[in-house]
């Protein structure tokens, strides 16, 4: 019993608690394959393999506006992501469990609809509600995590412009993100597509939190990083282009988008932990 309170507590600090019960939306849709035995949800495991990827944030080189060069880097471990986003309904069990806030009130509750207007915080708390309720660990995904699982569905930002003149390159990022779809309305678990790794309605109209916290970095005249500066009260969200939201907003479009066109909707997948990971934990605790 002491081992099994030991390890609930690790992954609870892990992830964090949200706030009370409230009203809720009613429940409605269908059944549909985002939720598998026993309550588990649907993952996706990739094998480790090279990518090419632009890391994210702002970046200034000999004090102007920068495009970070691309890197080509690797994922050490499998990655287990979840097919789809986390339903509506399944984020309404962890509510009327008192262990995450509500949706709002224009939500609408199903099984075949993902969970919006949800913030970082939400998310959070939703991963130790179901890292709890299932016994597995589950956590939001880096954003190196997510363009690895989104493959050819990842939308390269940087941006080719005279870095002497910032307004130039700050309209080419408009320009650029006004172009992709910016219909608010949810659709069905699909309605976007599985891209080639088997991941569903990737960089659609719902923006996915990551766990990758905002950076403001230096680059040396090669394009190196040489120093970094994070703020973690603002996070990285992946979707038809990269946001960066400050970590207590649910619906962007009101407000709270740190740069960039704001978000259509901000919803979430979740990454589970291999289960030798998890051993280790345990086994780390017995001797304890």
């Known amino acids: 019993m002491l081992l099994a309170f030991k390890f609930k507590l690790v992954l609870a600090c892990a992830a964090g608690l949200a706030g009370p019960l409230a009203m809720a939306p009613l429940v409605g849709g269908i059944a549909t394959e985002p939720v598998g035995p026993a309550g588990a949800p649907v993952v996706i495991e990739l094998a480790p393999r090279n990518f090419t990827y632009r890391p994210a944030g702002d970046f200034i080189r000999a004090g102007h506006p920068a495009t970070p060069r691309l890197l080509t880097t690797r994922l050490e471990r499998p990655l287990a992501i979840m097919k789809h986003q986390v339903s509506a309904a399944d984020y309404q069990a962890c509510v009327e469990d008192r262990a995450c806030r509500p949706l709002q009130s224009d939500v609408a509750v199903a099984l075949d609809r993902p969970a919006v207007q949800v913030s970082w915080h939400d998310a959070t708390a939703y991963a130790a509600w179901l890292s709890r309720r299932t016994g597995d660990a589950y956590r939001l995904p880096s954003d190196v995590e997510w363009a ?7 939308r390269d930002d940087g941006l080719i412009v005279d870095a002497d003149d910032p307004s130039r390159r700050w309209i080419a990022r408009y320009e650029r993100e006004t172009a992709t779809e910016a219909d608010s309305a949810t659709r069905s678990f699909g309605a976007f597509g599985v891209n080639e790794n088997g991941v569903a309605d990737l960089a659609g109209n719902v923006w996915e939190w990551t ?5 403001r970095s230096e680059l040396d005249e090669a394009g190196a990083i040489i120093r970094t500066r994070p703020n973690c009260g603002v996070r990285l969200a992946e979707g038809a282009h990269r946001a960066y939201v400050t970590d ?22 979740l990454v589970r932990e291999p289960r030798a990971w998890m051993s280790r934990i345990a086994s780390h605790f017995a001797k304890t």
């Not at 766990?211 to 950076?215: A, E, I, M, P």
């Not at 207590?248 to 997948?269: E, H, K, Q, S």
């Open 248 to 269: 207590f907003i649910r619906d962007a479009r009101a407000g709270g988008c740190a740069t960039g066109v704001p978000p259509a909707n901000l919803g979430f997948r």
């Open 148 to 154: 690895f699982a989104a493959g050819s569905r990842l």
């Open 211 to 215: 766990s990758t916290c905002f950076d």
